[in-house]
């Protein structure tokens, strides 16, 4: 699928397992094609969503839109997507000027070579919205996600015990942290 393109957020070298590709970031523009490709892509990846989630298109919707009074369609974050559609990255929760909680993921599975590509998204993040802080929360399960960070520069702050279900089974979620002066 070809998305709707906007400007380029950043282009970047990865040194991944083939050896160096240049990658794009764009904004993603929610549009109803979008989304579907989006939900398609991610229902796949039973670590990304409950199975509610990734069973229905209209649950997956709710998390990401909501409508106002007026009866106009707003979203709940900002949102890029790599290359065509490689992968995505999200923030939602956000506190203009303040916070914002970070998602992403590689359809691929791929971690490789991605993390200077992930840090200069934050910084622009970081420039563009003026964050004070972005924060992550990742569930132990997904191990790759908790190096991930780490390697990214998030700082653990904490953890919630028993606080994602995955498999049937109860799992605790680290929270992390990054300033705007650490990346």
């Known amino acids: 699928m070809t998305i709707a393109i906007h400007d380029t957020v950043l282009t970047c070298e990865c040194d991944e397992p083939e050896g160096i590709v240049n990658r794009s970031i764009y904004p993603m523009i929610l549009t109803p094609r979008a989304l579907k490709e989006f939900w398609e892509r991610a229902r796949h990846h039973n670590t990304l969503f409950s199975a509610d989630v990734r069973g229905d298109f209209k649950t997956f919707l709710e998390l990401f839109l909501h409508e106002l009074p007026s009866g106009d369609i707003e979203c709940h974050g900002l949102f890029w997507v790599v290359d065509d559609y490689i992968g995505v990255y999200y923030m939602t929760d956000i506190k203009p000027g303040v916070d914002a909680q970070?998602?992403?993921?590689?359809?691929?599975?791929?971690?490789?070579?991605?993390?200077?590509?992930?840090?200069?998204?934050?910084?622009?993040?970081?420039?563009?919205?003026?964050?004070?802080?972005?924060?992550?929360?990742?569930?132990?399960?997904?191990?790759?996600?908790?190096m991930f960070v780490e390697k990214m520069g998030f700082k653990k702050e904490g953890r919630k015990r028993s606080f994602a279900w995955h498999n049937n089974q109860w799992f605790d979620v680290n929270l992390y942290g990054i300033l705007r002066d650490e990346v």
């Open 102 to 146: 970070v998602h992403y993921s590689f359809f691929d599975g791929r971690h490789k070579g991605r993390v200077n590509m992930s840090r200069m998204l934050l910084k622009h993040a970081f420039d563009e919205y003026k964050f004070h802080r972005l924060s992550a929360s990742i569930p132990l399960y997904a191990q790759p996600a908790l």
